[in-house]
């Protein structure tokens, strides 16, 4: 044989393997399309302690035009339960639907979801529980059957707004259809929206359905209308003091609060969910170590000319609080290194951005600019405490004096100030003000449980309590009690 009829042959193995390779590499064993064709971006895997990551980037192509770019992001659980989120972006108007198969056989199954009634909020809704039908109701759903139980999302579409904000249509939303062993998801393609759909899948069953505290929790904490779960985070309704706002609009918020109140719990859905969460945190920390928030407060703006995207401290520090209650919980080095990247941005924005009290205590600012300009603003009772409390545990945990510097800092401002926060009703002063004075009406819980909790690190810390933080307490107690808050 030639050598050049070698060369040829040679070329055509490596050209059939390539194919080959191209083929399988548009497919996923998870999920696959039948009606339109996908052409791989990128792959990436990354192992985390409790679970494996694999990230898939297509895009989505009819014939030769490309219709949007497609993501799956797909965790393996250290228990065997798998995670994931399918993120689209359509960037063109088509009229059929990307229709997505998940290789998901649920035989003889029953599901629940949450219906509102009238108005969709957490106070009231009630739990619906059905058999097994075709057509399954435009809501998240967790489905029990003999093989597996699952939480299912529906397929949530968001007309993309100013500033990170998402606004949904639920008109163009859908739910998730079942046939034949697969379960069948939607995706409108339309130009300038994002569209996402969720779930979590194992052996075992994710909610006891028995256990009043945890379907009550599960309702409290709505992952269905009132709160979205997306891909980067949980998305709360924007508030009317944020810009853009409407009633049905999202935007992403920092704190990672749902994750954080499921760490409480064994129930495997909210430990699945927690661990997502904090994995998630992780992956959207920035290189400075914080999460900005991207909408526009009015309230910040009209007073200091911050825009958004804005950093706020009490979101912020309560994403690294969690970090360090998952590194305790399960003993990932990668979360403490995550709470630590934050905890050394935190004492450095600490020293330039405050005001100082009489005995050289920091005030720290509650918010900053994205490029951390020094624009003096108000500091919140709360946010300060919380700050003052995660450098604490910070520090219980690094064992670097650092954090404790600066908490001590942070607390001896408080003591500094601890008269004036009082008002002549027995409540506190919600924040210290720009022009030296303090005011606005103060939570009714929020920074009474913070201040309690901070006695809990002074005793573990410090080996006591402190009085002054004890006159804060019994003031705010007392008042409460009087307006019959608590008892």
Not at 205 to 232: A, H, Q
Not at 339 to 365: C, M, P, Q, R
């Amino acid at each position: 044989m030639s050598n050049l009829k070698k060369i040829v042959i040679i070329f055509f193995v490596f050209l059939i393997i390539i194919t080959t390779l191209k083929f399988k590499s548009s497919k996923d064993n998870f999920i696959s399309v039948d009606n339109f064709s996908l052409e791989t971006l990128e792959k990436n895997e990354y192992k985390f302690k409790m679970a494996k990551e694999i990230n898939k980037k297509w895009k989505v192509k009819n014939k030769d035009l490309i219709l949007g770019l497609l993501e799956l992001d797909k965790y393996v659980l250290e228990n065997e339960d798998i995670y994931y989120v399918i993120h689209y972006e359509p960037i063109k108007d088509f009229k059929e639907n990307l229709k997505i198969n998940l290789s998901l056989k649920l035989d003889d199954f029953n599901y629940h979801y949450i219906d509102y009634k009238d108005k969709i909020n957490y106070k009231d809704p009630l739990w619906i529980h059905e058999e097994k039908e075709n057509h399954m109701p435009k809501a998240s759903v967790f489905i029990d059957s003999k093989e597996k139980s699952c939480f299912l999302s529906y397929t949530n579409v968001f007309n993309i707004k100013k500033k990170g904000v998402r606004e949904e249509d639920i008109d163009l939303s859908t739910s998730i259809e079942m046939n034949k062993g697969k379960i069948i998801l939607s995706l409108p393609n339309k130009n300038n929206t994002i569209v996402e759909q969720w779930g979590i899948i194992s052996k075992e069953n994710l909610v006891n359905w028995d256990n009043k505290e945890i379907t009550d929790l599960l309702k409290r904490m709505d992952l269905n209308r009132v709160r979205k779960w997306g891909y980067d985070g949980l998305y709360y309704k924007v508030p009317k003091s944020y810009y853009p706002s409407n009633s049905k609009s999202f935007w992403r918020n920092p704190a990672f609060h749902v994750g954080n109140k499921f760490l409480d719990y064994n129930e495997r859905f909210l430990k699945d969910f927690s661990i997502i969460s904090l994995y998630t945190a992780l992956n959207t920390q920035n290189r400075e170590g914080i999460w900005f928030s991207s909408p526009r407060s009015k309230w910040l703006y009209d007073d200091y000319n911050i825009d958004g995207p804005f950093y706020d401290t009490r979101f912020n520090t309560d994403a690294a609080l969690f970090l360090i209650r998952g590194f305790r919980k399960f003993n990932d080095n990668l979360l403490l290194k995550g709470a630590i990247n934050y905890g050394d941005f935190f004492i450095e924005y600490a020293k330039t951005h405050n005001f100082k009290t009489k005995s050289k205590g920091y005030l720290v600012w509650d918010y900053a600019n994205k490029d951390f300009t020094k624009i003096p603003n108000h500091v919140s009772l709360n946010h300060l405490v919380n700050e003052m409390n995660f450098l604490y545990e910070l520090f219980i945990d690094s064992d670097e004096k650092k954090y404790l510097n600066i908490a001590l800092k942070l607390k001896l401002a408080i003591k500094d100030t601890a008269k004036d926060w009082i008002k002549e009703n027995g409540d506190l002063h919600y924040a210290y003000l720009v022009n030296g004075g303090y005011g606005l009406k103060d939570y009714k819980l929020l920074t009474l449980k913070d201040l309690q909790y901070s006695q809990k690190l002074f005793k573990k810390v410090d080996g006591k309590v402190d009085n002054t933080f004890n006159l804060l307490i019994e003031n705010k107690e007392k008042y409460l009690k009087e307006k019959k808050i608590i008892n």
